[in-house]
């Protein structure tokens, strides 16, 4: 099969919309407010010769399916089984945006962890060790500033080590 289906989640405005444009050079609304996608957006883009489907899930803060976000998100992943989650975090915000990370990673399946924002964590005198975080979670960990296109050559080099 050369199509490869990815889902991107992530509390809201962690930056999604964000690395979703990037990847697929879609140009869907990046919103700043909470709950700004309410429904998943699709797009695509190639990687070494394989067609990637992207799907951009709602903004949510858990997959306990309380909230019309949490039941897409969390029934895409369930019953869609990408082959790849791509969790995005403001790493300005760790603690929050980990709870998501976590409840994916007990679904079972693969999952790349992005720290987006990771300048403004800087700023913020906060320093994340990268390669301790992946440890932890037994997942690959990509520092990005997605606004300013820093990190997506090594989330690309990830994605294909993971779909191979």
Avoid: C
């Avoid at 990046?30 to 699709?42: C, D, L």
């Avoid at 019953?79 to 790493?91: F, M, N, Y």
């Avoid at 987006?116 to 060790?129: F, K, S, Y």
């Amino acid at each position: 099969m050369n199509t490869i289906l990815i889902a991107l989640a992530g509390n809201p405005n962690a930056g999604k919309s964000t690395i979703f444009n990037a990847l697929t050079g879609e140009n869907q609304h990046v919103g700043n407010w909470p709950g700004k996608t309410i429904a998943k957006k699709e797009g695509t883009w190639q990687l070494n010769g394989r067609t990637i489907t992207l799907v951009d899930l709602p903004g949510t803060y858990s997959l306990a399916a309380h909230s019309p976000e949490e039941v897409i998100a969390r029934d895409f992943i369930l019953q869609e089984r990408p082959s790849l989650v791509i969790t995005v975090l403001d790493a300005a915000n760790l603690e929050r945006n980990l709870y998501l990370t976590v409840q994916v990673l007990e679904l079972g399946v693969p999952v790349v962890v992005v720290l987006n924002m990771a300048d403004i964590a800087t700023e913020r005198g906060m320093t994340i060790d990268v390669d301790r975080l992946s440890q932890r979670l037994h997942a690959p960990v990509v520092r990005m500033v997605a606004s300013r296109g820093e990190g997506f050559d090594r989330l690309q080099e990830i994605i294909q080590g993971m779909i191979r």
